[in-house]
């Protein structure tokens, strides 16, 4: 059982490159979400999915894409990098059960140049 | 969600009881209390969460005031692996939580 994995844990990108942030899932979490943190500040939500084939906004979506192909994965996808995007990446996943802990992923460090 | 104040940083003496005190005063009555921590930047870390009744597990301890205007995380024997960022939500969906800045507690040897 390995949890919420995230990878890479490290990537640097140069200015209107595009990648995709991985984030799997073993679980089986109907729910699943993607955060940012930037230095100093708390995590803030990108985009959310409540089960496979769908998603959402959330606080801070712009330039960012997300699928739910399978309950599994959740891909966050920088369409064109821009140094804004540099932070620190969290996937998390939790139960559709009210009020369960949420798991969260080790992060991916992003640097845009 | 319900907003949350707390003190941006605290200090707890190694052995002795970090008591880590949260402000949500807007919290409606079926809000949840929950409480993460991130250590060094690693992904946040569930500890404890309630909504009327006083809680515990292995990690700590969560009081929550009659009112619920207020709560109150307590690990009881604090060591140096406890040395965190400490965040208490209130409210939250299952698939969002929102994060303040939280209270930086530095436990010191």
């Known amino acids: 059982n390995a949890g919420v994995t995230q990878t890479p844990k490290f990537q640097v990108l140069k200015t209107g490159q595009s990648m995709t942030l991985q984030c799997a899932q073993d679980?089986?979490?109907?729910?699943m979400s993607w955060y940012r943190q930037d230095p100093g500040m708390g995590l803030r939500l990108i985009h959310y999915?409540?089960?496979?084939?769908?998603?959402d906004q959330g606080e801070v979506p712009n330039g960012y894409n997300v699928s739910r192909s399978t309950t599994e994965d959740f891909p966050l996808r920088l369409l064109s990098a821009a140094p804004s995007q540099t932070s620190v990446y969290f996937c998390?996943?939790?139960?559709?059960?009210?009020?369960?802990?949420?798991?969260f992923g080790q992060g991916t460090r992003l640097t845009v140049v | 969600d319900a907003k949350t104040t707390q003190p941006p940083s605290m200090d707890c003496a190694e052995g002795r009881a970090a008591n880590l005190p949260c402000n949500h005063s807007?919290?409606?009555?079926?809000?949840?209390v929950y409480w993460y921590r991130q250590i060094h930047s690693q992904g946040p870390q569930y500890i404890i969460h309630?909504?009327?009744n006083n809680e515990t597990n292995e990690m700590a301890s969560l009081i929550i005031t009659e009112d619920r205007k207020s709560s109150t995380l307590i690990l009881p024997h604090a060591t140096l692996r406890d040395t965190a960022v400490y965040y208490c939500?209130?409210?939250?969906?299952?698939?969002?939580?929102?994060f303040g800045k939280g209270t930086l507690l530095t436990v010191n040897p």
């Open positions: 309630g909504l009327k």
């Open positions: 807007t919290i409606s009555g079926n809000e949840y």
């Open positions: 679980m089986n979490h109907e729910y």
């Open positions: 998390a996943s939790r139960e559709r059960a009210r009020n369960t802990e949420a798991f």
């Open positions: 999915s409540v089960g496979a084939g769908i998603t």
């Open positions: 939500i209130a409210g939250g969906s299952n698939y969002k939580l929102t």
